[in-house]
């Protein structure tokens, strides 16, 4: 019936959730199985329409008749991240194609729209006749609030967008609303949809939907809560193609183009692209995988060619901020101008680095990032005779924007490095236009810093602590 009234045939999903959050308890007319229904799917895929579209239908059907015997007239109210937003989406995705599907000659007396920004109100009788009638369904547009969704006589809340509360303001939001559904002795439903994005973390109220969602489906739960959740494995890559068919709704039900996706995850990157349309959450792998570089930037910039016996080259030392570890590149001259990176050393520690770092005496160029550890391990060689070269933080955004332009035209080349592939994977940029790549992350990043020091030591020769020779 949904279909009819929206004029939109329902997607495959939307068929799926609605035959299990539409259970009831003994049949027609008894209690639903669940008064709570949680849906987590990608942008695009039609969450919205689908719980507007539900709560039509059910408008549609009128009064109702509790356990007790009382009837009492179908009140819905409809909330998302803010006022505005939600009246938009209500007016856009169920009044207008509703109105559209009645017609002006049926859509009146029986359909009355209040239209007023703090008091938007679709009222229906569900016989045409009167929609002024005691016993109307109506259904209204709340403000995210908890006065607002307080209201009494609700007999179905949908909370649109529910990744932008914490989890204070989501608590509140179902102290206010619970109790005042309660008394339609399981009549009532509330409807909780979201899609994730990279801001989604464990502050997020979403969050605790999550986990008490996965809870309910690891056990088997069949009533109280129903959850549903589109989401690839962590462990996948943003990226692949076969993983988009595979989870996202949207695609597969034809609502967005794969041509469309493939620019969306050019513009957004692996992070955003995967949080917003693949359910990624933040803090997994898969969500900072190739956020840096892409992986296919990365993988065509990989060569087997070996440097040139007796080749000048710079050696890149990088030290980890927390100590984990530790890693050494050298950054070859090769013929025709451009530059081989190769990693000679990573191990975990760091008292064997400066014992590593003086068996190159034949380096053109030792550069040593001159913050933390890396200052410490300046001071320590200093006196030593070796070219040692202090990258300042000035020029560590330069640094690192260089090497990323020169993997992406191949004006410097690497060799494979489990190590290093790891780091360049889960690689993520700091905020903000003078940009680095970020150290603090679970996969130890000194390889890939480790490079960018060794390539600015291939391209540079000025530093605090010498000026090795231009090659």
Not at 28 to 50: E, F, W
């Amino acid at each position: 019936m949904l279909n009819v009234k929206l004029d939109r045939d329902l997607t495959h999903w939307q068929r799926s959730v609605l035959d299990v959050a539409l259970e009831r308890v003994d049949g027609p007319g008894s209690p639903y199985a669940y008064d709570q229904i949680v849906i987590i799917v990608g942008r695009r895929s039609g969450k919205t329409t689908l719980t507007l579209g539900a709560m039509l239908v059910a408008a549609l059907k009128g009064a109702i008749t509790l356990p007790n015997g009382r009837r009492v007239p179908f009140k819905a109210a409809h909330t998302a991240q803010n006022l505005i937003q939600a009246r938009k989406r209500f007016i856009e995705d169920l009044v207008e194609p509703y109105q559209m599907m009645c017609g002006d000659g049926m859509w009146s007396p029986g359909n009355t729209l209040h239209r007023n920004l703090a008091n938007t109100i679709l009222s229906i009788d569900p016989h045409g006749i009167n929609a002024h009638t005691p016993q109307a369904s109506q259904i209204q547009v709340y403000a995210p609030t908890k006065s607002s969704v307080r209201g009494e006589g609700l007999l179905r809340l949908t909370l649109d967008e529910a990744l932008v509360f914490s989890i204070d303001d989501g608590l509140g939001l179902m102290s206010a609303a619970r109790p005042a559904m309660s008394e339609f002795g399981g009549h009532a439903q509330l409807w909780i949809t979201s899609n994730i994005s990279t801001d989604t973390d464990e502050s997020r109220w979403l969050s605790v939907l999550r986990d008490r969602g996965r809870e309910a489906v690891r056990t088997d739960r069949r009533q109280g809560l129903a959850y549903f959740e589109f989401s690839m494995p962590p462990e996948g890559d943003p990226a692949d193609e076969a993983l988009w068919w595979a989870h996202l709704p949207a695609l597969t039900d034809g609502l967005v183009g794969i041509e469309e996706l493939r620019r969306d995850l050019e513009e957004l990157g692996p992070a955003a692209f995967g949080a917003e349309y693949l359910g990624l959450w933040p803090g997994t792998s898969s969500v900072k995988a190739w956020a840096g570089i892409p992986r296919t930037v990365w993988t065509n910039a990989a060569t087997t060619d070996e440097a040139p016996p007796e080749a000048p080259y710079a050696l890149g030392v990088d030290v980890d901020p927390f100590g984990r570890s530790a890693s050494l590149v050298a950054a070859t001259e090769i013929p025709g101008g451009g530059t081989l990176l190769d990693v000679v050393a990573h191990a975990e520690g760091t008292a064997w680095v400066a014992e590593a770092v003086r068996r190159h005496t034949d380096a053109r160029a030792v550069v040593v990032d001159d913050y933390g550890p890396g200052r410490d391990l300046l001071l320590t060689l200093d006196g030593e005779g070796l070219p040692l070269v202090a990258l300042t933080t000035r020029d560590a955004s330069a640094a690192c924007f260089a090497f990323e332009q020169a993997i992406g035209t191949r004006a410097a080349t690497y060799r494979a490095h489990p190590d290093l592939d790891s780091a360049v994977g889960a690689s993520m940029r700091t905020p903000g236009r003078s940009w680095v790549f970020e150290r603090r992350l679970d996969t130890s990043q000194t390889p890939l810093m480790a490079a960018v020091l060794a390539l600015w030591g291939r391209n540079h020769s000025s530093g605090a602590y010498g000026s090795p020779e231009i090659f």
